[in-house]
Structure formats: structure tokens, C-alpha cells
């Protein structure tokens, strides 16, 4: 079996694939496809090219895309996969109904009186109810406390279960007065004269109502002042993925991290306790968040040297922060910037 890994030249977003291929034949078969984000607000043109050439032969059967988290430039590709390609399953990270909304919210402020949010476009679509009973596609919603390791062995091809496997850990928001903030927003845009039309009576959001009302411009402004008044940031949910053969003493496995805040660290030892992060098992990591400094960084990640991946615009002058390029270079790891203008940074690796 052949495994191929490609870490796609998007710009700042995310687009990575694992394709797996049986070279028994005379021609050799796909027999599986994962895709672990989709997005980019660099060049979302050029993410539509990429997954056009990527699938553009054989088989387009994708048997899971994993989402990280909500954000335009790691989901706004989403729909043109979904038009491209017969998706199995979306695999999503869990969120309360409160941090959904902030994330649509965000969404559609960085567009900036531009374009609306295609991330609320797909995201609106998929978590309605016309969505969870989409008959082309399942959401697994993965859950902090869930057995998620049996959850997704389940989405593994016969050919690939036994050689391959995806571990997934959501890495949650800890602080309850961040949760006590947040739910008082959803309470102010619930008694709101202009939002609260996309509110039920018992409380739960219609999603495409919500994003309609999003794409306007006035709203958007009036927003933009109720949300300046309770001190919100960042990306307090986030699914990272552990992508790794099932036999540990190969030197294949990738940790993906999405936008993962590992400074704090109750987090980080949630990820030190799942996943074997300074282990020769691990080949590269997908560096948190493009290769920003903040809430983001931990040294611990790169103690041991690996291929360590950052997804950016091309000329952007702080990212990765030196600080990141530093801790991966003093403990032998190679820090590679995958930008638009690059060429795809693709391993392969025979099992």
C-alpha cells in the first residue's frame, strides 16, 4: 500500500489530503481518501484549482473531511469539495450552540463589508436540519468526552482499517467566565429588534436565517457594536487529528492541529496525554494557527525533530513568528512555509 500525504499551496488557510493506494494492480488503485480542512483567505480561487487537480482522476469518493474548526479560511472551500466530490462523512468538532454562532459572527466581520461568509454559506447549510438528514453525506460531530478513536475507525475502508488510523481530540474553552461572556451575547442578539428573527422560541438558532441577516452590510455594523462589549477572541474550540499507522514504530504518522491555543496548559497536556508528540511515530506537524505567536504557541511541541508545516500568505512578515522557527530549528525540526506561490510539499510513504 502506498500512502501519499500533500500539504496544498493555498496561501493563509489549509487544505491537506492522505490518499492511500494499492499498487498490486497493474494500475494502481485508490482505495481511500481523507481530507483534514479546506479553506483559504489568500486565494480561495486557487483552492477550487487544487481540488479540482487533486481529484480530477479516478475515484472522487473523499471517505472523510475533517474540519478544525469554524473559521473562513480552514472551511470556506468546503462547498466546491462538496460540488467536486462524493463526501462520506464531515467530521466536526462539537461546539455549544453559543460558540457556532460567534464563529459565523467572526466570520462574517472579517469579510469587512465585502463578500458575505462562504464558511457561513456551508457551515449554515450543513448544521440545519436539512443538513444532518442530508442523504449524500453524514455529520460525525466528535465531543470532548466521546470515544472518538472507535467513532472514526468506523469511517475506515476494510483495505486501510487495519493498517491506518485517525485519532481525534477536541480541545475545548476551560474558562467559565469566557462561556458566561460569550452566552451573553447570544442573549443580547436574542432580545436584538434585528436579530432576534433568526431565534426559535425555545432558544435554538436557525442557522440560515441567522446568515442571511449576516450578509448585510447595516446589520453588520450594528453587530459589530454589540459584539465590542464583551471582550471575545480567539478559537476556543478546535479538533486536532492525529493521523498515524497502527504500527508505532513507523516514522509516518501526522499531527494536525488546526488553530489550536496550546499556550494554555490544561490544553497542552490534554495533547501530550493523547498523542505520543515527541515520538519518532511523528513524521510532521501542521504548525498551530499559520505560525502565530500568542495563545497559540508551545515550545513543547517541537522537542523532538520533525517536518514542521505552516500554511501562509506568501511575503507575510510574521508568520511563522521567529519565535516558532526558532524552537523547531534548535531541536532539529525543519519549519517549511507552504504558500500560495510554493509548489504542493507532498511525502509518500509505502506500508
Not at 20 to 25: A, E, L, N
Not at 52 to 63: A, L, M, P, V, Y
Not at 302 to 318: A, L, R, W
Amino acid at each position: 500500500m502506498r500512502f501519499v500525504r500533500t500539504f496544498h499551496s493555498v496561501g493563509h488557510g489549509a487544505f491537506y489530503t492522505e490518499r492511500f493506494y494499492d499498487d498490486s494492480y497493474n494500475n494502481p488503485q485508490n482505495v481511500a481518501n481523507f481530507v483534514y480542512d479546506c479553506g483559504s483567505i489568500t486565494d480561495l480561487q486557487k483552492l477550487q484549482q487544487e481540488i479540482n487537480r487533486e481529484f480530477n482522476q479516478g475515484t472522487k469518493i473523499i471517505n472523510a473531511v475533517f474540519i478544525s474548526h469554524f473559521h473562513e479560511d480552514h472551511i470556506n472551500g468546503l462547498g466546491h469539495l462538496l460540488g467536486n466530490c462524493t463526501v462520506q462523512n464531515i467530521v466536526i468538532p462539537k461546539m455549544p450552540q453559543d460558540f457556532i454562532i460567534y464563529a459565523m459572527i467572526q466570520n462574517a466581520l472579517i469579510q469587512k463589508g465585502g463578500p458575505s461568509s462562504t464558511a457561513n454559506d456551508i457551515l449554515s447549510s450543513i448544521l440545519s436540519e436539512e443538513g444532518h438528514n442530508n442523504e449524500e453525506f453524514q455529520i460525525v460531530q466528535i465531543g470532548e468526552d466521546d470515544d472518538n478513536d472507535t467513532t472514526l475507525k468506523g469511517l475506515l475502508p476494510p483495505s486501510v482499517k487495519d493498517i491506518w488510523e485517525y485519532r481525534a481530540l477536541v480541545l475545548t474553552c476551560k474558562s467559565q467566565k469566557y462561556k458566561n461572556r460569550l452566552h451573553s451575547l447570544t442573549q443580547s442578539l436574542q432580545q436584538d429588534a434585528i436579530f432576534r428573527t433568526a431565534f426559535k422560541s425555545n432558544g435554538i438558532i436557525d442557522y440560515p436565517k441567522f446568515n442571511h441577516l449576516l450578509k448585510n452590510n447595516n446589520n453588520l455594523s450594528h453587530l459589530r457594536g454589540l459584539v465590542s462589549q464583551y471582550n471575545l477572541n480567539g478559537n476556543h474550540y478546535n479538533m486536532v487529528v492525529g493521523s498515524e499507522p497502527t504500527d508505532k514504530t513507523l516514522h509516518m504518522g501526522c499531527l494536525f492541529t488546526g488553530d489550536a491555543m496550546l499556550k494554555c496548559k490544561s490544553r497542552m497536556k490534554q495533547l501530550v496525554g493523547k498523542y505520543a508528540v515527541n515520538s519518532s511515530l511523528y513524521h510532521c506537524l501542521q504548525v498551530p494557527h499559520h505560525g502565530v505567536v500568542g495563545d497559540n504557541h508551545n515550545a513543547q511541541l517541537y522537542t523532538s525533530p520533525k517536518e514542521c508545516i505552516v500554511s501562509v500568505k506568501d511575503g507575510d512578515p510574521n508568520r511563522p513568528a521567529a519565535t516558532v522557527k526558532n524552537d523547531i530549528t534548535i531541536n532539529g525540526g525543519n519549519c517549511v512555509k507552504v504558500t500560495e506561490k510554493t509548489n504542493n510539499l507532498q511525502y509518500q510513504h509505502t506500508l
